[in-house]
């Protein structure tokens, strides 16, 4: 069974930075997708960014340029760096993955992760 555990969220002033990571068991696939969500109190889940088995990522426009995706294959581990934060990035984070998924597809927004982890609070104060 599949298990994804995040953790690194925390509270931090407007422009600091958060790095979380998202450490994956009980798979055996060597393709996948993998990507960051979040959703704010009273706002639907977002895609934040993904990261696929050969490295490719995707983010999200509002993000660009201020998070970046990357991960440790060795030790499965998925990790969201965060910079730049403003408020609005305030939400509970997520980690997903599909490992059925060859790549992330070009609307990678859309795509059904088939496991998602519990969460980790980022919380930015201006």
């Known amino acids: 069974q599949v298990q994804l555990a995040e953790s690194g969220g925390g509270s931090v002033q407007s422009g600091g930075s958060l790095r979380l990571s998202c450490a994956a068991s009980?798979?055996?696939?060597?393709?996948?997708?993998m990507g960051w969500f979040r959703q704010a109190p009273g706002k639907e889940r977002e895609g934040v960014g993904v990261i696929d088995s050969d490295g490719s990522t995707s983010y999200m426009d509002s993000v660009k340029g201020r998070f970046t995706i990357s991960q440790d294959k060795a030790k499965n581990t998925m990790f969201l760096q965060m910079n730049n934060l403003k408020p609005w990035d305030t939400a509970m984070y997520y980690c997903?993955?599909?490992?059925?998924?060859?790549?992330?597809?070009?609307?990678?927004?859309?795509?059904?992760?088939?496991?998602w982890g519990q969460g980790t609070q980022v919380t930015v104060s201006s």
């Open positions: 997903a993955a599909d490992y059925s998924a060859p790549w992330c597809p070009d609307e990678w927004w859309k795509l059904q992760m088939n496991d």
């Open positions: 009980g798979h055996t696939a060597s393709t996948y997708c």
